[in-house]
């Protein structure tokens, strides 16, 4: 289903050159380990994204503030990764609902680690 949807607005421009995605059913404010780890992965590799709004089983789920979770993405990358890694925030809309895809691209600078903190 969700791989359907994934053709729907043209795979090329949600993966790009990165050859991994990973999919988050929400921003976990309180455990951004969840997904910084994913981040560090894809910043010391070969680049990814990753889906916010969408389920394990592929459902689209949708955010219910995009924006601010994406601020939120933005701030915490910026404060827990020395160096911080390139990366690009994009909105998208499937069905009414809003998802955040967080482009991360290969680093120069490797390795890309997150802070304890």
């Known amino acids: 289903m969700f791989n359907q949807m994934i053709m729907e607005f043209d795979i090329k421009s949600l993966i790009g050159e990165a050859t991994a995605y990973d999919k988050k059913q929400m921003l976990e404010v309180r455990r951004p380990k969840s997904w910084l780890k994913s981040v560090s992965s894809f910043a010391n590799g ?16 949708g955010l219910a503030d995009a924006e601010g979770d994406a601020e939120k993405i933005s701030e915490e990358i910026k404060s827990k990764f020395d160096p911080v890694p390139s990366i690009r925030l994009e909105f998208k809309e499937v069905d009414g609902k809003k998802l955040v895809l967080l482009h991360v691209y290969p680093g120069q600078e490797t390795p890309y680690e997150k802070s304890c903190s």
């Open 46 to 61: 070969e680049g990814g994204v990753l889906i916010f709004g969408i389920s394990d089983d592929d459902h689209v789920l």
